[in-house]
């Protein structure tokens, strides 16, 4: 199991700029989490989906947040356009079923100048 | 709603002491409840985990019991190495949130040699 797989570790780009983050969830999982860490809010969940499909996104911060699963392995969050805000840490994390303990990945470390 | 209060950082200690974490809680039903480790450099990782009171949760040295009464899951450690130095975050999950979980904010632990 190579478990929660992300790309990129590390992203570094502009104000304005389009930028999408990749997450590979635990094959058999049915649930995929995207959350953001930075040193002042902590750990926030943005979104997350159940068989491919978004349940709750209301922690999107805004329009330029969007996030999309085509298929059960694979799920993209993108932010267009970019601004130094946004600098933070991605994390996707996948999970068998309600309630059951999430796998993380390595997470995104995104720079935005 | 829900929500999880741990103990403020830094933690820093030296080797072979004893560690205390505190964690509270407030939730609506029964929640399960978890201790995540992160690494530096890394995604979480579940330590350990309580479905019901008086459970208590062990992992590499580590322990927490679900205290009810107290609304309470400390984390303990007898004897604590370098390689514990990381962020250990207190977290529950429940059926009232769609048992999305809910994080505390994270306490960074250095363990000195």
């Known amino acids: 199991d190579a478990g929660v797989i992300q790309s990129p570790r590390h992203e570094v780009t502009e104000m304005g700029q389009e930028v999408t983050l990749r997450c590979k969830p635990i094959?058999?999982?049915?649930?995929l989490f995207w959350y953001r860490q930075t040193m002042m809010r902590g750990l926030e969940l943005l979104i997350y989906f159940n068989n491919n499909v978004p349940i709750d996104d209301s922690g999107m911060p805004e329009d330029r947040f969007s996030a999309k699963m085509p298929n059960a392995s694979f799920s993209t969050l993108k932010i267009q356009p970019s601004e130094p805000r946004d600098s933070a840490v991605y994390f996707c994390a996948s999970s068998q079923g309600a309630g059951s303990p999430l796998h993380f990945g390595n997470g995104t470390r995104l720079t935005v100048t | 709603g829900n929500s999880v209060t741990q103990m403020e950082g830094p933690v820093t200690l030296s080797e072979e002491a004893f560690l205390t974490i505190n964690c509270t809680y407030t939730a609506t039903g029964y929640p399960s409840l978890f201790w995540y480790v992160q690494y530096p450099g890394e995604g979480l990782q579940l330590l350990l985990k309580?479905?019901?009171?008086?459970d208590k949760g062990s992992n590499k040295g580590f322990e927490a019991t679900y205290r009810k009464e107290t609304t309470s899951f400390h984390l303990e450690k007898g004897s604590v190495q370098v390689s514990d130095s990381a962020v250990y975050f207190c977290a529950l999950s429940d059926y009232s949130n769609d048992y999305k979980l809910s994080f505390g904010a994270g306490t960074t632990v250095t363990v000195r040699a």
């Open positions: 309580a479905t019901k009171a008086d």
């Open positions: 094959s058999g999982h049915d649930y």
